[in-house]
């Protein structure tokens, strides 16, 4: 894990209002959500692992499964996960198959993360203070 110090450590906003701004420029809730906190990730490649920027959130008003919650973003960071080869294998064997090995459990949660990656970490993070503070 790499944290990248940004400036939007500490600010909050709308849950749905913080969705529309971040989905259309390639993130998503990450599945390890709870009712209290979060995070949103950003792929930045797949080819040997997943390599991540995770932007993490925590509610301050309401929960995030409700209407009007307002969320409080944490320090980005980058993160790498590898997961047992073959497993992708056979992804295509039917919906019931697949609905289970998509939560394979990761050989290493947090490898070391590619050097070559780490540029475009500090630059997707330069475009989300972009994203949130200029309108």
């Known amino acids: 894990m790499i944290e990248l110090p940004s400036k939007v450590e500490g600010k909050q ?4 209002k913080l969705e529309q701004k971040l ?19 950003y792929k930045i490649n797949d080819e040997e692992g997943y390599q991540f920027l995770r932007l993490p959130f925590q509610a301050v008003d309401g929960q995030l499964d409700a209407n009007n919650c ?4 944490g320090r980005p960071f980058l993160l790498s996960h590898l997961y047992q080869e073959g497993l992708d294998d056979f992804s295509d064997t039917g919906n019931f198959t697949g609905s289970f090995n998509q939560f394979a459990e990761p050989v290493d949660k947090d490898a070391s993360f590619p050097e070559q990656f780490i540029d475009t970490g ?11 503070f200029n309108d």
């Open 13 to 16: 906003f709308d849950l749905y």
């Open 122 to 132: 500090k630059r997707l993070v330069e475009e989300v203070e972009r994203v949130l």
């Open 70 to 73: 307002t969320v409080e973003l």
């Open 23 to 41: 989905k259309p420029i390639g993130y998503s809730i990450g599945g390890n959500w709870d009712y209290d906190h979060g995070e949103f990730d």
